[in-house]
């Protein structure tokens, strides 16, 4: 039978037998998974002068990461690789969605961003640099934070671009 179940960090559902071990919208890890009815809405978050310059800050390394994959998908020499720089393109969307209305704020459309056209390896190092960067700035984000739903956001999000981080490491 199949239920529905929220990701406690992006809010989409997933309707399954069982909860996903990773949200298939952000790439949480399945802890944040839960039935639909404990599903908590967080919406904007009330947050320190810091916090929110943080937060604008990851909305446009999100939208920046996104549009980059994006570019690196319609570019992409493989099958596989097309299908990676697709979903890393989705998730880093859902990433800026997510920041953009803890922030309280419209979520910019994505620039046109550079990559190394057709060079799949070229595209996977410059995605492994783009992912060391982006986990280093959450995981400060995440312990100079004062609010608890920014710092359980971050550390999640720090998470899931380690996940992008050892995809990057294999198939480079």
């Known amino acids: 039978m ?11 559902t997933y ?3 069982d909860a ?6 952000c790439g949480a890890h399945g802890r944040w998974m839960m039935g639909a009815a404990e599903w908590v809405k967080t919406g904007k978050v009330e947050m320190s002068e810091q916090s929110y310059e943080d937060c604008m ?17 319609k570019n992409a020499q493989t099958q596989v690789t097309q299908a990676i720089f697709k979903r890393l393109q989705k998730q880093e969307a859902e990433h800026a969605e997510l920041l953009a209305e803890m922030a309280g704020v419209e979520e910019p459309d994505l620039p046109d ?7 799949d390896a070229q595209n996977l190092a410059d995605a492994h640099d783009r992912e060391q960067r982006a986990i280093q700035f959450y995981l400060q984000v995440a312990d100079r ?3 608890k739903r920014v710092q359980e956001v971050f550390r999640a999000l720090a998470d899931i671009e380690s996940e992008h981080l050892k995809i990057s490491n294999i198939y480079r």
Do not use: H, T
Request: hydrophobic share 30%; charged share 25%; net charge negative.
């Open 2 to 12: 199949f239920s529905p179940y929220r990701c406690q960090i992006c809010g989409e």
């Open 15 to 17: 309707l399954g037998s």
């Open 20 to 25: 996903p071990d990773r949200c298939p919208y």
């Open 57 to 73: 800050k990851a909305i446009q390394l999100e939208v920046g990461n996104a549009a980059f994959y994006k570019c690196a998908q």
């Open 113 to 119: 961003e550079d990559c190394a056209g057709n060079d």
């Open 145 to 147: 934070a004062p609010e």
